[in-house]
């Protein structure tokens, strides 16, 4: 029998396989499909300190092997997330981690000391990377200093596990990661979705009403890999690893590259029950390659 | 609670250049399904079309466990769709969202345009068992833009309007003598098809105080409210075609 938990800081995670925010509602959805209670962890949607309508209509475009979103945060707030939604999803047992974002470092701050009140959330996905909201969001994640100081000042209030989000959209992303390790982070997160835009030729129109998003999918996965490897090389702390996975073969090379655990995004939207087969497919491939461990995988990379 | 399922293709029923009707056959019993209701279907073999189709519901067939999908080709994911013959297998996910509610009234009125008029037929059969007679309104290109007018004529009258006048009426579905009047015979209308034509019959409706329950069509990642990708905006703020429709009634919506 393989072992298939992880660790990331202090929390074991039964399996090395969650759920990336915003594309997992708030797991509820998706229970017709699939028992929640077998993934290692879901992170549910972006949380902010007040409710957001998020960005109008049109908010989605399909490209070859991926999309483009442009929800921009639409939620209930964090206080709604509390009242409303917590209760009805804290009896899963799996690590439920709640994305958390803002437009000032005061409402990263006033979010995350909410969350740390509730017993069953082990810990929160702090949101640096959001490329569609006006205020906040990618620009926190795409400066150093800035990186630093929202992660610090959250640290400062949040007790429990502190995953930092990383945007893609930077020069250097090893850069961000080393800067949020020394910051506090207990583990990072990669990537957030790549800046991208698509146009109607025949319409000569954008067609995001934002006219750009943020691009997912297996299309995505080449740049994701990379730079999981690059940050893992880079930090101590864990990796979570995720762009475009959508087969259990994906995820193995997320491990190997690096990673720790790794989230399905997109993916769960072709195929609802994607997650469960990635598991299953992690633990047939110990198995044949007679590796005891999920864990034995992150850095088994061979270079030489 | 919704449902994915293996079907088999067991008819592909070229209808015009661009429309075709797929029947499938389910190897277990259907879950209830209501009309307007829709399935996510998946594509395979085309690297542009990733994400699952949206497409209503035609027509269902619980005695055979079959399902019927009239498909438009847009697309390279319609078109991949078009082009399965019979024997090939088609995943969907099923039922979503919520569907047309049955009328206080039996005086209705069925209103489709261009492939709007897919949920019509499931919608007219369901009211016909519930002993209500459907009148359809179907308005096209033109003529040779129609699909299956006989089968909503097993059901209902059909009235026709065409943009070139080749059949019916000439004109927009609005324009058709049926909508002409000051104290028109139905006080409920079910509507799909395009937002210019639905938007129309909202507003005539509105000064009417008819009921008009409209299906929107708006592009979906998920099909299931995990994504919040599909919204339209409401009295209550953006809320999921996909869950909280396709259906709506008009007043809902902010039109």
């Given amino acids: ?304 | 609670m919704k449902y994915l399922h293996d079907f088999t293709i067991v008819n592909n029923e070229r209808q015009t250049d661009d429309f075709v009707v797929l029947t499938l056959q389910y190897d277990g019993a259907l879950p209830r399904m209501m009309p307007g209701q829709f399935a996510e279907v998946k594509v395979d073999h085309t690297p542009t079309a990733y994400l699952r189709r949206p497409l209503s519901i035609h027509d269902v067939n619980y005695e055979q466990n079959q399902i019927k999908l009239l498909i438009q080709e847009v697309g390279d994911g319609t078109r991949t769709l078009c082009a399965l013959p019979a024997g090939s297998r088609l995943n969907l996910m099923y039922p979503l969202g919520k569907g047309y509610d049955l009328p206080n009234s039996d005086k209705v009125l069925l209103v489709g345009g261009g492939c709007g008029v897919a949920p019509l037929l499931f919608l007219g059969r369901h009211l016909k068992q519930h002993g209500i007679t459907p009148r359809f309104l179907i308005g096209a290109r033109t003529a040779s833009a129609l699909v299956r007018l006989d089968a909503y004529r097993e059901l209902g009258e059909v009235l026709v309007t065409t943009e070139d006048g080749s059949m019916g009426q000439k004109g927009f579905v609005i324009h058709h003598p049926v909508m002409r009047t000051d104290s028109p015979d139905f006080d409920w209308i079910y509507t799909c098809g395009p937002d210019a034509m639905m938007k129309a019959l909202a507003k005539y409706a509105r000064h009417r105080d008819i009921t008009c329950q409209v299906s929107l069509e708006n592009r979906m990642a998920c099909g299931f409210g995990a994504c919040l990708c599909c919204v339209t905006p409401t009295q209550d703020g953006h809320k999921c075609t996909c869950v909280d429709g396709p259906v709506f009634d008009s007043k809902y919506l902010q039109w």
């Fill in chain 1, 1 to 304: 029998m393989v072992d298939l938990s992880v660790k990331l800081g202090n929390i074991t995670l039964k399996n090395p396989v969650m759920t990336a925010s915003g594309t997992f509602g708030y797991g509820e959805e998706y229970a017709d499909f699939i028992d929640i209670d077998a993934l290692g962890g879901i992170v549910v949607k972006g949380t902010t300190l007040h409710p957001r309508q998020g960005n109008p209509y049109p908010r989605m475009a399909e490209t070859p092997m991926g999309m483009l979103n442009a929800v921009g945060l639409q939620n209930k707030g964090v206080d709604g997330f509390i009242d409303d939604i917590y209760p009805r999803i804290c009896h899963f047992n799996t690590a439920i981690f709640v994305n958390v974002s803002g437009s000032t470092i005061e409402e990263y701050v006033e979010t995350a000391a909410k969350i740390n009140e509730l017993e069953h959330i082990p810990g929160i996905e702090l949101n640096i990377s959001c490329p569609n909201v006006k205020e906040g969001g990618m620009a926190f994640g795409t400066s150093c200093p800035s990186a630093v100081a929202v992660t610090k000042a959250v640290r400062d209030v949040y007790k429990k596990h502190l995953m930092v989000k990383l945007s893609p959209n930077v020069t250097d992303v090893t850069e961000i990661a080393k800067g949020v390790e020394g910051a506090g982070a207990d583990s990072v997160s990669l990537i957030n979705t790549l800046l991208g835009m698509a146009i109607n030729a025949k319409t000569r129109r954008p067609e995001l009403s934002t006219i750009t998003g943020g691009l997912s999918g297996p299309c995505v996965k080449p740049v994701a890999l990379r730079m999981v490897w690059q940050v893992s090389k880079s930090v101590k702390i864990p990796v979570v690893g995720m762009g475009g996975i959508s087969s259990a073969e994906d995820a193995i090379e997320f491990l190997l590259a690096g990673a720790s655990a790794i989230q399905i995004g997109t993916a769960n939207f072709v195929d609802p029950k994607i997650t469960v087969k990635v598991i299953e497919g992690i633990s047939e491939y110990l198995q044949v390659n007679n590796i005891n461990s999920a864990r034995e995988l992150t850095g088994a990379l061979i270079t030489d």
